[in-house]
């Protein structure tokens, strides 16, 4: 999935109708607090609510199935009803999203080191019995659980949904690459091996109450993890290292919407494997229909889940087909503040996940290269070199300087989930806020300095205090 020499990307399409009557319609769960199963009304009231034709609500709907928000019920007493809502798709999007934007082994693991030993801090001061025996079933690998678990597991009992997502894609992608190169190296059992006795390691440091020892074993097992992969997976921007469909097979869910789920995956490697440009149109429904053996109804269904994540579309009349798309997070992004927010996410748990987000792209941007004050305030970027410098355009340019897309589109998820969903918005133009005095832009240049000067612990130090001084965004 490519863009063609000498092509920008393109801008962001204005969001459809449907999209937009598909977020009313969250709102109007939110502002019900999530009654799961009840009816919100039937197709006809529901047309009718929102102004819309039948095809409009119907694709509106859709959207909001892909990820069990809501379902549409049949026969007497049905209409639309309410659901939990169930990430696993919204997390494949931001997986697919990751692999298009290149993230690296380095990026990845980076941002494991920075949310798993939250984590394991996060678990040490809370753990319950039925916590150990849930830490030790995954370390050990019981009932044929896959090793991955142990570090779910881990996101899961730290208390904090937001960590415990994060960690989930984190993981995801990691076994994407683990995948790989496991088909360059062969036999990897004794890496296996070695990992299991690891997650023991750091489990049972965990139980014992030594957080710093786990910390420090997590460290040692990731390096180890990440130093193998390095010398076999080199991800490049738009190059697939996606494996199964794009929804991991939910048991509950109609035969043919999960071949749908596993025909959208087909295409999608087919596309990133055939190294297709952006724009390229590739072929006709008829063509596709015999090429993967599927009924036009499972591959229009595949269509609207390859739309939902903006990896391809149906392109009508003279000249149509299938036309690939540049993957765009966004949709995804939004799913997973849904999802966060159903999960009650706190101000709290947000807070402590930003303050370890703003800390690592802050690492980043310094090992990537010397920096100075004009770049850090994004001075070359303004004619007016005094506009730009508040809190929020610094941390912006800070992420920007990163070059991590791991912790970029994390950010933008703590983002969304801070304007759109009750914790507070962000002001538009934070630079021309009466919040900010003297003393905060002091603590500011003081940030400045401490990185152009390559004082990583002074920089973190500074950052740290200036984000628990000023809780907003």
Request: charged letters at 25%.
């Amino acid at each position: 999935m490519r863009l063609p020499e000498g092509k920008e990307p393109a801008a962001v399409a204005p969001e459809k109708l449907a999209v937009q009557v598909a977020r009313r319609i969250v709102d109007e769960i939110i502002e019900r607090q999530w009654p799961i199963g009840e009816v919100l009304g039937s197709e006809t009231a529901l047309r009718e609510h929102f102004g819309v034709s039948r095809s409009i609500l119907r694709e509106a709907i859709r959207v909001l199935e892909h990820s069990r928000v809501v379902q549409m019920r049949q026969g007497p007493g049905g209409g639309l009803v309410v659901g939990t809502p169930d990430p696993t798709p919204a997390i494949r999007g931001v997986v697919i999203y990751l692999e298009y934007a290149g993230a690296t082994v380095e990026q990845v693991v980076h941002a494991r080191f920075v949310f798993e030993r939250m984590a394991i801090a996060a678990v040490s001061e809370s753990l319950t019995e039925s916590g150990v025996q849930e830490l030790r079933s995954s370390a050990s690998g019981e009932d044929g659980r896959l090793p991955e678990n142990f570090h779910i597991a881990l996101g899961r009992l730290s208390g904090n949904p937001v960590l415990e997502l994060y960690i989930d894609i984190l993981v995801r992608l990691t076994a994407a690459y683990t995948h790989r190169a496991r088909g360059i190296a062969g036999n990897t059992e004794e890496e296996g091996c070695a990992a299991a006795r690891q997650h023991l390691a750091i489990a049972e440091s965990i139980v014992a109450g030594a957080s710093s020892r786990a910390q420090s074993d997590l460290v040692t097992h990731l390096d180890r993890a990440a130093t193998w992969l390095s010398g076999l997976v080199h991800p490049q921007p738009g190059e697939s290292t996606a494996i199964g469909p794009m929804d991991l097979d939910p048991d509950e869910w109609p035969r043919e919407r999960k071949l749908a789920g596993s025909v959208a995956g087909r295409i999608r490697d087919d596309i990133v494997s055939e190294g297709r440009y952006v724009g390229e149109v590739l072929g006709s429904e008829a063509d596709f229909v015999s090429r993967y053996g599927v009924s036009r109804s499972v591959f229009r269904e595949s269509i609207r889940i390859l739309e939902h994540y903006s990896v391809a579309r149906m392109r009508r009349g003279p000249g149509g087909g299938l036309v690939v798309l540049e993957p765009d997070p966004t949709s995804s992004i939004r799913t997973i503040a849904l999802y966060l927010d159903f999960r009650g996410v706190t101000v709290e748990h947000l807070r402590a996940v930003r303050e370890e987000v703003e800390l690592g792209c802050l690492t980043a941007a310094m090992r990537s290269g010397m920096l100075d004050k004009a770049e850090l305030w994004g001075d070359r970027q303004r004619r007016d070199s005094k506009a730009g410098r508040c809190s929020t355009c610094l941390r912006d340019r800070v992420a920007t300087l990163s070059g991590d897309p791991v912790l970029m589109l994390f950010r933008s998820v703590l983002a969304t989930l801070w304007d759109e969903y009750g914790t507070g918005r962000r002001p538009s133009d934070p630079c021309r806020s009466t919040d900010q005095t003297p003393d905060d832009r002091a603590e500011l240049d003081a940030i400045v300095d401490a990185m152009v000067a390559g004082d990583e612990g002074l920089a973190q130090f500074r950052m740290r205090r200036h984000l628990r001084e000023h809780p907003g965004w």
